[in-house]
Structures are given as C-alpha cells and as structure tokens.
C-alpha cells in the first residue's frame, strides 16, 4: 500500500490495485484509508456489489456520519425510514444516530464509495466480516463488537419491506 501518513503534510495516496481487498463473488471491499491513517479525519472504502447484493444490514453509527457516493450501477439505501434507489453520481450523508443499510437493487450491481466521517478505526471489523464470510469467524464475535466499532445493529421493518423477494 503507498501510503503517505498525515505527518508528512504530503496527503495520503493509495493506489486501487495495492489496497488491500475483501469479500467473494457477490461483494467485494477495497480498504483505502483508515482513521489512524487520515489522523482521525476519515475512514475510506469502496464496496462492490453484484446482482443485488446485500452491503450492510440496518444499524448506525452513534460518532460518525456515512457518506455514500455512487461510482456505477443502483444502490438500495435505508436512510432513517425512507428507502431510496442511488443511481451513478448520486450522494448520500447519513448523519451519526440514523439508522441506515445499503444493498444493490435487486437485480442490479452498484459500486460505491464510502467514507465515514470522523474515522473509525473500521479495516478490522471488514476482516472480521470477511473471516465470517469465510466460516472461520462467529457471527457472535460481530455482534459482540458493536461498541468497538461503533456499529449497533437494529430491527428496519422499511428495509425489510424493501428487501423481500417480489
């Protein structure tokens, strides 16, 4: 990973093809930047969903706001009570306290950019989801580090609706 730290006033620099990348055949997170990389500042990743997919199920975040800015294709977004389609170039903020989701469309891809604003120290929570994925982690461990990571899940009977089988 090039990474330039926020000592060095340079910036911070990180090549796609060198961050360190997650996930399987329907979900993919590229790790670019976390909160002790950016000074606190920021965390930055970029998931990748294929035919819908889901991202991540309701919670919220009680520090930081999330930022989602769409590269490619539709994502389903829960925002408080409201559900919206994002399609390319759309941007959504939800503030810390909302309880928020996000999935591609049914159907559909989506490639989006997400920043979390002040950073998270979150890279090891998406290696915790990815050893789950992978059947050497519990669920159990996630749940239990919901506090850590500033990351409490919760009931959406909107995003439940939203994601039903039709």
């Not at 997170?29 to 998931?47: P, W």
């Not at 997400?114 to 998270?120: A, E, L």
């Amino acid at each position: 990973m090039s990474l330039i730290t926020p000592g060095d006033r340079q910036g911070i620099f990180v090549r796609e093809a060198e961050a360190e990348t997650l996930g399987g055949a329907h979900s993919t997170v590229r790790l670019f930047a976390d909160s002790s990389t950016t000074g606190g500042a920021l965390s930055a990743q970029r998931v990748t969903l294929t035919g819908g997919a889901d991202g991540a199920a309701p919670h919220h975040h009680t520090t930081a706001s999330e930022l989602f800015f769409v590269l490619d294709g539709r994502l389903q977004a829960l925002a408080g009570d409201d559900v919206v389609t994002a399609d390319k170039g759309d941007f959504l903020v939800v503030p810390a306290g909302m309880p928020h989701a996000f999935a591609a469309e049914p159907g559909a891809d989506a490639d989006v950019l997400i920043v979390i604003t002040p950073g998270v120290e979150r890279f090891e929570y998406f290696r915790l989801l990815d050893r789950v994925r992978k059947g050497t982690a519990d669920i159990q461990e996630v749940l239990d580090s919901q506090e850590r990571f500033d990351n409490f899940f919760l009931e959406s009977p909107a995003w439940k609706r939203a994601r039903a089988p039709r």
